[in-house]
């Protein structure tokens, strides 16, 4: 039986989180991705990147119960864990490395961020710095009280609870981007405590790595080079950061006639497909969490499931998304 559907999973960090130096990352746990790649062998078929673009570009039929693994941003358990399996089982990955972690060896503020989280247990210690740092910025910033910011972004979603979400949306999103990267430095030097060059070449892959990984037939796509909010970026600055990216793409090897896009956040805007069209990318993926219909959805615009939207026992039974793939 063929289909125009296809499931496309999400995953972040795959990492053996109980030996790791930061177990409360949020992450998954490399035996739970074993367990889950299992029971999606029992129940899917996996395809190639190859495959989604020419159902997109030819309409040609996709198999039944189709599942596409996406991996975003380079970590180098990517490489050591994800890769060595999948490359075992013939199963391919799509990779899709921010190229400023890895040319210039930055961690990334959003990394940041999870690594600031991952290292106190206590949230409100967190909190209590970022009102220190908002006192110590706020009368030449021009910001509001810490109350303020506190009671409109503290909202709780399915993964995070208020303090979390407090904590990430001011850091990635509310403050004005160079005050969002001063107050970040500053949380990441006192609660981490390690050099950002050190940690960047621990965190992510190197680019002989995703070289490898891509002479193997694993799919390497864009994530954008600096890692922006792209729609809220002007229209020249979106123009680079693809540029950019572009030519990452081609040093590495990777097919820039067939180039592949994972928002950063998930987040775009008419701007971004408009020029993702004229550089002539393939498809687009976004974080809304759904099935990908390939004659209902634009292409630019593909959705995906999280990892934990799916069961990690290989035994275990389908799901409601199984019904909808």
């Not at 177990?23 to 739970?32: F, H, M």
């Not at 190229?99 to 909190?127: C, G, P, Y």
Request: contains cysteine.
């Amino acid at each position: 039986m063929n289909s125009q559907k296809v499931t496309v999973i999400m995953y972040h960090y795959v990492r053996d989180l109980k030996h790791s130096r930061y177990p409360e990352i949020k992450g998954l746990d490399i035996s739970l991705f074993y367990e889950q790649i299992g029971y999606l062998n029992k129940h899917y078929q996996f395809i190639t990147m190859e495959m989604l673009i020419d159902a997109l570009e030819n309409d040609s039929a996709l198999p039944d119960k189709s599942v596409l693994l996406t991996f975003d941003d380079a970590y180098s358990d990517h490489f050591k864990y994800v890769f060595p399996f999948l490359d075992k089982h013939k199963i391919q990955g799509s990779f899709f490395p921010p190229v400023k972690a890895i040319a210039e060896h930055r961690v990334l503020d959003v990394n940041k961020i999870h690594f600031i989280l991952a290292s106190e247990s206590d949230k409100s210690i967190i909190t209590s710095e970022i009102r220190n740092e908002l006192n110590k910025y706020r009368r030449d910033h021009n910001l509001e009280s810490f109350e303020f910011y506190y009671d409109k972004l503290a909202k709780a979603n399915r993964f995070d609870t208020a303090d979390v979400i407090f904590i990430k949306r001011l850091l990635q999103v509310e403050l004005d981007e160079p005050l969002r990267k001063i107050i970040t430095n500053n949380l990441f030097e006192t609660i981490v405590g390690i050099d950002e060059g050190s940690f960047s070449r621990e965190l992510y892959m190197d680019v002989e790595q995703i070289q490898c990984m891509n002479r193997h037939g694993m799919h390497i796509g864009s994530h954008g080079y600096d890692h922006y909010w792209l729609g809220s970026l002007d229209k020249q600055k979106q123009k680079v950061e693809i540029e950019k990216a572009l030519e990452f793409l081609s040093s590495i090897g990777s097919d820039t006639n067939n180039w592949t896009m994972c928002y950063p956040y998930g987040n775009y805007n008419e701007i971004t497909i408009e020029l993702l069209k004229e550089y002539n990318c393939k498809l687009a993926f976004t974080s809304e969490v759904d099935i990908a219909y390939i004659r209902k959805n634009n292409r630019y615009t593909l959705p995906r499931l999280d990892t934990n939207d799916l069961p990690k026992d290989k035994n275990s039974a389908t799901n409601d998304w199984y019904l909808k793939g």
